[in-house]
């Protein structure tokens, strides 16, 4: 079982900038899926971003465009670059992997978060308005 940790969460002013990172182990997600969600109390889950193989993208429409999820296998991290931050991004910050996944699968992982078996403890991001 993967061990994902993530970092790089705290408090920014309204139109900062953050990058939260996911490392580990246990895993090589190079030609899987990894992903970005969030989650604020007594709401659900949500997907913010996945990546499939290293390169191919999706974001929920409220982050594009202001987000963007990278992956580095050369040291096996995930990140993802938040930027022009809203108070409305105010969330506890989760990675998520999945080794055997396809374009497809990685597509509808953003929205059927089950699709993942891997999950980080979380990293909170605060935006002050």
């Known amino acids: 079982q993967a061990q994902l940790v993530e970092s790089g969460g705290g408090s920014v002013q309204a139109g900062g900038s953050l990058r939260l990172s996911c490392g580990g182990s246990?895993?090589?997600?190079?030609?899987?899926?990894m992903g970005w969600f969030r989650q604020v109390p007594g709401k659900e889950r949500e997907g913010v971003a996945v990546i499939y193989s290293k390169e191919k993208t999706w974001y929920a429409a409220s982050v594009k465009g202001r987000f963007t999820i990278s992956q580095d296998n050369a040291n096996n991290t995930l990140y993802l670059q938040m930027n022009s931050l809203k108070p409305e991004d105010t969330a506890m910050y989760y990675c998520?992997?999945?080794?055997?996944?396809?374009?497809?699968?990685?597509?509808?992982?953003?929205?059927?978060?089950?699709?993942?078996?891997?999950w980080g403890q979380g990293t909170q991001v605060t935006v002050a308005s």
């Open positions: 246990g895993y090589s997600y190079s030609s899987g899926c």
């Open positions: 998520a992997g999945r080794g055997d996944a396809s374009a497809s699968i990685c597509y509808l992982a953003l929205t059927i978060d089950t699709l993942f078996n891997s």
